[in-house]
């Protein structure tokens, strides 16, 4: 149902004219989905394209700011880190970001594919676009984007003296500056330099026990949670030889060092071992059962230090050579990734459950893509290479070191590929697309675990052990396209798309670890219509898409021995089917009115638990029915002293279930007890810009996130049996406001 009634203004500095043309009209917008420069409204497939001024009044810098740019994009904070992102497109999503699993949703920066979601969450400060692909993008893109992609634009460097900063304070003692500088060229070469730091305290504060008697109570060393403190930034330099040669090299780095975002105690099963009764229900053993709070505080108890520590880093190079006809483009990527985590996992100040973790991982990628027409026939072909490897090692404590568990694990990944995209102009209104890819994969896995208090070998899997496992897929495309007015296309596309297959690595079975898990497969059926109407003063794009998936990989948590381990099972098959509108309104050349709705159906085919065929009785992971977006953006004066802005933005999701668990029958980690209620967010900006100071302007901004205060709960975990039934919740922010202020040169 849904929580508390919200609606919300926002305003900013992106205003209709930023997406007028110079008729009065809507702009057109241009993006490279298919490798090459289109029209968004003749690109034959669903994408949302977010330009720099949308990004610019909203303040999204990175990915978990995102969630609210397309239709059926979830995008959720991972449990306890800050740094990695769940994301979910039309119903299919990666639930546990271990390093061994792959995303259903492939994200590129600059071209270069982030591997993990571990890590994918990182500052860019000077974002041109992002563009936001929904469906499988097997054919172009590749293995991991069985569900859709996000492709992230920086600006690039234009050789011209100019530039912005920026400088914040809110609530929660905020801070953030932000700038961006653009170098005037030297000879060939030219450079932008961009950057931001940000702080903020936590949004929970520690206070001891409050309940006495409860002699396992501990206090932590930590004093806020769900904190912010990141750093980060990008070097970008250009060379242009000549008009046919161009190099763009980058390098980013993004720096957080904070606390971990607090999970809260929200039920344990009455039955459980935790519950007044229960074996350590006790004043002196582990009563969690009165830490337990389904409504949102802002004080806590938790008794172990906590961090949540990233840095993420990489370059990239892309030469791009213009051969007439043709264009041939070179993109390299190399990335890595440190991560340093503690949890206080239970959220109680009883020693139950911790976690300390600590990762790395990098990745090399090469692509070649050859693209350009000849006569009615355009065209794109490419060859592509990644390579990553990666290793974790991990304690976990539980029951006041009645279990003491160290594990570690580590792993590869090849991969190559082939491709071919060809679109062909049968006459100058109807246009047929076909496309192929070839994938071929080998990942290998080791893992070691042993149980500190005992000293038994709970697994021991060396390097070589385990046969490497080797995966092929072909992802074909085939589009038709039909212009049935100069203002209006429709289209029906059919696609392949699949998820990597691969290794539990979190598993202490060594008959789990030799049998690697399939690759989830999708045969994607997709209709849609763009329009625009009204003199262009209204855009319409409608898509309605039917998936059938095979070999569904799900992610299930299970406390085994008291250690959890987050183990990947090919669940059987689904049908999910649904639609999509979006609209973008321009009523007069002040009031730019922005809107997208859509509807997912999701049913499971088969799921096989324990060989029993469970359909009817699982719920979906991470799968609203509906989600809707609107926004407002009015500038309601302006004049020799500049031009104020607000804007109206509510970002509103249906209820949905945060695991694929039973829905009648079960007595722990039942479907009910993880479902999260319907909600709204509402943001708020008001901007007055364009303030003349010479040949420069500045700009001042009153802003508010979550305006009215929202409570309700994104995200749950069930421990199960083992932990009592215990369930932990994470939280939507709290409401957030503060200042900006800008100047641009």
């Known amino acids: 149902m849904l929580g508390a009634s919200v609606m919300a203004f926002t305003a900013s500095a992106a205003t209709a004219q930023d997406m007028a043309d110079a008729n009065g009209g809507l702009a057109d917008i241009v993006v490279t989905a298919q490798k090459r420069a289109q029209s968004l409204q003749d690109v034959p497939i669903a994408i949302t394209a977010v330009s720099e001024a949308f990004l610019d009044s909203r303040d999204i810098s990175s990915i978990n700011q995102m969630e609210s740019i397309a239709p059926n994009l979830r995008i959720t904070r991972s449990p306890g880190n800050g740094t990695t992102s769940s994301i979910a497109i039309r119903g299919s999503s990666t639930t546990n970001a271990v390093l061994t699993n792959d995303p259903t949703v492939g994200i590129y920066l600059d071209g270069i594919y982030i591997g993990k979601s571990q890590g994918s969450v990182f500052d860019v400060a000077d974002l041109e676009r992002i563009e936001v692909l929904r469906g499988p993008q097997g054919t172009l893109y ?107 090299y980058s390098f980013d780095i993004s720096v957080s060092d904070q606390n971990m975002t607090y999970t809260q105690p929200y039920a344990v099963n009455p039955n459980g071992i935790f519950a007044p009764g229960g074996v350590f229900g006790g004043l002196n053993s582990f009563p969690a059962h009165l830490y337990v709070n389904k409504t949102r505080h802002r004080q806590v108890h938790i008794d172990a230090p906590t961090r949540d520590y990233a840095k993420i880093w990489g370059h990239g190079l892309t030469v791009s050579y213009d051969l007439g006809e043709a264009t041939l483009k070179s993109i390299t990527g190399y990335r890595k990734l440190h991560f340093q985590g503690n949890q206080d996992t239970d959220g109680t100040p009883l020693p139950i459950f911790t976690a300390e973790r600590e990762s790395w991982y990098s990745a090399f990628s090469e692509e070649l893509q050859l693209t350009g027409s000849t006569g009615p026939v355009n065209y794109t072909l490419g060859l592509y290479y990644f390579k990553d490897k990666g290793r974790s090692e991990d304690t976990q404590l539980a029951l006041g070191g009645l279990s003491r568990v160290a594990a570690r694990y580590g792993f590869t990944g090849e991969s190559y590929a082939a491709f071919g995209q060809l679109d062909y102009d049968v006459t100058d209104r109807l246009t047929l697309t076909g496309g192929l890819r070839y994938t071929h994969e080998t990942k290998t896995i080791e893992r070691s675990a042993t149980n500190l208090v005992s000293g038994a070998t709970l697994i021991d899997a060396p390097k070589g052990l ?26 029906a596309k059919f696609a392949k798309g699949f998820k990597s297959g691969g290794f539990n690595g979190e598993t202490n079975s060594i008959v789990e670890l030799l049998e690697p898990y399939r690759p989830e497969k999708v045969d994607a059926f997709e209709v849609g219509l763009k329009t625009r109407l009204l003199d262009n003063r209204l855009q319409l794009n409608v898509a309605g898409f039917w998936n059938e998936v095979k070999d569904m990989q799900l992610a299930v ?61 699982r719920s979906f992971n991470r799968v609203p029915n509906y989600t809707a977006f609107s926004s407002v953006d009015w500038t309601a004066a302006r004049g020799d002293w500049g031009k104020l802005n607000l804007i109206a933005d509510v970002n509103f999701v249906s209820d949905y279930h945060t695991a694929a668990f039973a829905l009648r029958g079960a007595t722990y980690q039942r479907a009910q007890d993880t479902k999260v209620d319907g909600h709204a967010i509402v943001n708020a900006r008001i901007i007055v810009s364009e303030i003349p100071m010479g040949a420069s302007e500045a700009e001042i901004s009153l802003w508010s996130r979550n305006l009215f205060n929202s409570k309700a709960v994104d995200n749950f975990i069930d421990f199960g049996a083992g932990l009592g039934g215990l369930i932990t919740a994470s939280y939507v922010p709290p409401r957030t406001y503060g200042v900006t202020l800008g100047f641009k040169f």
Do not use: C, H, W
């Not at 330099?237 to 040669?245: G, I, K, Q, T, Y």
């Not at 385990?466 to 289209?491: C, H, L, Q, W």
């Not at 997912?600 to 324990?610: A, M």
């Open 142 to 248: 590749g293995r991991n984007t069985l569900s859709g992609a996000l492709s992230l634009v920086t600006r690039k460097p234009s050789g011209e003296l100019g530039g912005k900063i920026e400088a914040s304070y809110g609530n929660y003692d905020y801070k953030r500056l932000r700038a961006s500088i653009d170098l005037p060229a030297l000879g060939i070469f030219s450079a932008k330099l961009s950057g931001q730091m940000q702080k903020r305290d936590g949004f929970y504060t520690a206070v001891p026990n409050p309940i006495p008697g409860v002699t396992n109570a501990g206090v932590s060393e930590d004093r806020s949670f769900d904190n912010l403190n990141t750093k980060g930034g990008m070097i970008q330099v250009r060379a242009e030889p000549n008009n046919d040669l161009t190099f763009d």
């Open 557 to 617: 948590l299970r406390v085994v021995g008291n250690s959890a381990i987050g183990q990947v099972r090919n669940a059987g098959k689904a049908r999910i089917r649904g639609f999509e509108i979006e609209a973008t309104a321009q009523p007069s050349d002040d009031i730019l009115i922005q809107a997208s709705l859509s509807y997912t159906d999701p049913k499971y085919k088969e799921f096989i638990d324990n060989g029993v065929n469970q359909a009817d009785n």
């Open 466 to 491: 385990v046969p490497e496992a080797k995966f092929n897929a072909v992802s074909p495309t085939a589009i038709a396209s039909y212009k049935a007015g100069d203002e209006t296309n429709i289209y």
